[in-house]
């Protein structure tokens, strides 16, 4: 019975979510304490519900209950637990089950982190979201419940799909369903401010550490995907303009552009129209991105199998929320203008700038991902849009933002001299340009985008390092200075590390692929890898080819890579299993490929020289790190209900 009860739960969910929605709105804008006392609670509600509903089909994976028509669609008893577990995010029904999870999570942290905030504001927000999670509960009850039962039972499952039994799947979903559906709040926050025309300081202010929040999970949610790509699909890349890689990418461009602007609407009051549409557009875009993985319109590794019917759904849904909500902008556009000015020299100047250089980057990237969409459903053939259109528009468009990333927090707000802010940074200037001129002759060849990419980090890394040296000599002590200072320049440098890493990764990483039998041997990078021994290993669920290759350097042993070719059980798709010798420098990676005799002694082989490759997620990891100082911020933490203290208007953003 815990299917039913499972099914039952998301039955209730939905009726505590819609009641949610309608009392929680109705009783803040008529002023009615007792509706407006009835959402915190039914927040927690509505989160116990859905934790509990996804617990019920958590046990069922466990329990191999084979009577589950998704379970035995992903799942098999050979399967890993660990695995088994993680296979409830693995399909269609159950990772929209974790995509309300993670809605109701944001709500349960709204309704316990937000007392400094009036009852009626919290009301409204949950309100919101609550309507949302609506919208997501009806469409899974309607077409996408994972409790159907198969009658009559499955001996055993289908298993999960191979290419998703890895360690980072475990993580990766839920990381980036946090990001995705974090961006919820400042929507919600948004919205909650344009229904009782107040934006002003004190909601940017409150919604800023929200956006932080969901900007940082984002930020890990798409880095460990990246990873995940680049050690087990076996082609030895970390990005490939995978249309639904570009839809995680688009709301964190936004969210991105979100943060900044917040930061003005909460310092000068400037920015507030602008501000309100870029968190209607963040969670637009990941609504967006659901659509595509799940419409069925896509052919990814990422995307779920999916009936259009589903797609049509969704895409109604997305039409209701961005229409309605775009709606009400207009309807309140007037209670945003600005009430402050600023000069063209001025930190508001220079974000501006860097919000419209992000929006734009957001709106190629979008338009070469929807594009082939477009012209295949109006019947004019089938187009490809890959990497060289994205490499073309969009790294044009990021020079600038480095640039600017650099010379932004230097500026003051208001007024400032442009002069004044570039000449105390013409040491730094200087060492970058040339460090970045000299270093591509250093590493072999140069070229003039691997200069560009190289000055623009280090100056960035250069300036920030000044900047905080000399914030630390006038505050005379650690603690004087904001976490949301300490935050800008950590995330700034881990921009710049990735910068730094993809720069030299695409500008000097070579490759072979090469025919291999044990005792042959390739050169690649200026390591030697000599394929010494090949042997069959079962695993759990599957038989994997595995390969060794000792690789050395100077005559000395570096190291002994083992890739894998498995093939599981359950599927006949073979499997690639790369290994990859990681270091600070560099990345020695090798695949193997298909065999090439019938005697399987001859393989083809793939070696991979990656150098500073790991730069790109140890900067994002850098990134997440200054968005968790920023966020933990104590003028966050400390202010009374309803007020935005001078302290934290005048602090540094």
């Known amino acids: 019975m815990i299917p039913e009860l499972g099914h039952y739960l998301l039955m209730l969910a939905l009726a505590v979510s819609l009641a949610l929605g309608v009392i929680a709105l109705a009783g803040a804008q008529k002023n009615r304490a007792a509706w407006i006392g009835f959402a915190v609670p039914a927040a927690r509600t509505l989160w116990f519900t859905v934790a509990s509903a996804f617990a019920c089909l958590a046990w069922s994976f466990y329990a191999n209950d084979f009577s589950v028509l998704y379970v035995a669609e992903h799942s098999n008893s050979k399967l890993p637990v660990a695995y088994r577990l993680a296979a409830v995010w693995g399909g269609h029904e159950g990772s929209l089950l974790l995509w309300v999870l993670m809605l109701t999570s944001w709500m349960l ?26 919208g997501f509960l009806l469409f899974m009850l309607t077409t996408s419940s994972p409790f159907l039962r198969l009658v009559p039972a499955a001996a055993d499952g289908q298993d999960l799909n191979p290419l998703l039994q890895d360690p980072g799947l475990v993580i990766h979903p839920p990381m980036l369903y946090m990001g995705y559906v974090g961006f919820s709040v400042p929507f919600a926050f948004a919205i909650a401010a344009l229904l009782v025309n107040r934006l002003d300081a004190a909601w940017a202010r409150w919604s800023r550490p929200w956006t932080l929040a969901a900007w940082i999970f984002l930020t890990l949610g798409i880095a460990l995907g990246s990873g995940w790509a680049y050690y087990e699909l076996g082609w030895g890349g970390w990005w490939f303009w995978d249309p639904v890689e570009n839809a995680s990418f688009l709301p964190w461009l936004i969210g991105t552009a979100l943060l900044h602007s917040l930061a003005v609407t909460e310092k000068r009051g400037l920015f507030r129209q602008w501000t309100v549409v870029l968190a209607i557009i963040a969670f637009s875009l990941s609504l967006l991105g659901t659509f595509l993985v799940r419409s069925g319109v896509l052919t990814s590794v990422h995307a779920f199998a999916a009936d259009p019917k589903r797609g049509v759904f969704i895409l109604i849904f997305l039409a209701a929320v961005v229409g309605s909500s775009f709606t009400l902008y207009a309807m309140r556009a ?8 600023f000069e063209p020299g001025s930190r508001e100047t220079l974000l501006l700038a860097n919000n419209l250089l992000l929006a734009t980057a957001a709106a190629t990237v979008l338009l070469g991902t929807l594009y082939p969409l477009i012209v295949d459903a109006l019947g004019m053939g089938k187009l490809s849009v890959g990497a060289p259109y994205f490499n073309a528009v969009f790294v044009p468009l990021m020079i600038p933002v480095l640039l600017l990333m650099a010379a932004g927090p230097r500026m003051k707000w208001k007024s400032d001299r442009v002069m004044n802010v570039l000449k105390p940074m013409r040491i730094e200037a200087a060492v970058a340009v040339i460090a970045g001129a000299l270093l591509p002759f250093a590493l072999g060849t140069w070229s003039p985008l691997a200069a560009l990419g190289l000055a623009a980090a280090l100056w960035i890394i250069l300036t920030s390092l000044t900047h905080i040296r000399r914030q630390l000599k006038a505050a005379g002590r650690l603690s004087a200075t904001t976490g949301t200072f300490w ?3 950590v995330a700034h440098i881990g921009i710049a590390c990735a910068v730094i890493g993809i720069t030299l990764v695409k500008g000097y990483e070579q490759e072979k692929d090469v025919r291999m039998a044990i005792g042959d041997t390739v050169t690649v990078g200026g390591y030697q890898f000599r394929m010494t021994g090949l042997k069959r290993e079962p695993g759990p669920n599957y038989v994997a080819e595995v390969g060794e290759f000792e690789i050395t350097r100077g005559g000395a042993v570096v190291a002994t890579l083992k890739p894998e070719k498995r093939k599981y059980l359950s599927s006949s798709m073979p499997m690639t299993e790369a290994a990859i010798d990681a270091g600070v420098t560099r990345d020695l990676y090798v695949s193997l490929g298909e065999p090439l005799d019938a005697g399987m002694t001859a393989w083809a082989v793939r070696v991979y020289y990656k150098p500073f490759v790991d730069w790109i997620w140890g900067g994002a990891l850098l990134m997440a790190i200054g968005g968790i100082a920023a966020a933990l911020d104590r003028r966050y933490r400390k202010t009374r209900p309803g007020t935005v203290p001078a302290a934290a208007v005048g602090a540094r953003a």
Do not use: D, I, W
């Open 109 to 134: 942290a709204v309704s316990l982190f937000s007392r400094q905030l009036s009852r009626a504001t919290v009301a409204r927000v949950l309100g919101v979201m609550s309507l949302v999670g609506t």
């Open 334 to 341: 007037g209670a945003a203008r600005a009430l402050g000015s």
């Open 487 to 489: 935050g800008m320049h």
